[in-house]
Nanobody, 125 residues
Framework: QVQLVESGGGLVQAGGSLRLSCAASGRTFSAYDMGWFRQSPGKEREFVARISRSGGYTDYTDSMKGRTTISRDNAANAVYLQMDSLRPEDSAVYYC??????????????????WGQGTQVTASS
């Protein structure tokens, strides 16, 4: 099993930056694709970014491309999400997820087995 704990959320002005961290427990962290999702009140959970097990491949939702970088440190059992030029519409609870996605859809939250508790990100206008 994998336990995930997010940190780094907060309140920033529009245009600001935040770096989210996700600490994972367990000795098989490198066996999992890692993703970040977000959810706003009344909306479905939305894909933000994903990084492959080795860190060699990344995917981003179109609205975050060029403003966001996902990275991982398998030695430290951690994954990160650097977000720049934040907009009010980026405000949401951000969740870290782990899954053996394989040939599945990396943007589908159902492809991921383990989830953190979430961290709130608010970008004020």
């Amino acid at each position: 099993q994998v336990q995930l704990v997010e940190s780094g959320g907060g309140l920033v002005q529009a245009g600001g930056s935040l770096r989210l961290s996700c600490a994972a427990s367990g000795r098989t962290f490198s066996a999992y694709d890692m993703g970040w999702f977000r959810q706003s009140p009344g909306k479905e959970r939305e894909f933000v970014a994903r990084i492959s097990r080795s860190g060699g491949y990344t995917d981003y939702t179109d609205s975050m491309k060029g403003r966001t970088t996902i990275s991982r440190d398998n030695a430290a059992n951690a994954v990160y999400l650097q977000m720049d030029s934040l907009r009010p519409e980026d405000s949401a609870v951000y969740y870290c997820a782990a899954g053996r996605v394989g040939s599945g859809d990396v943007t589908d939250y159902r492809s991921y087995e383990y989830w953190g508790q979430g961290t709130q990100v608010t970008a004020s206008s």
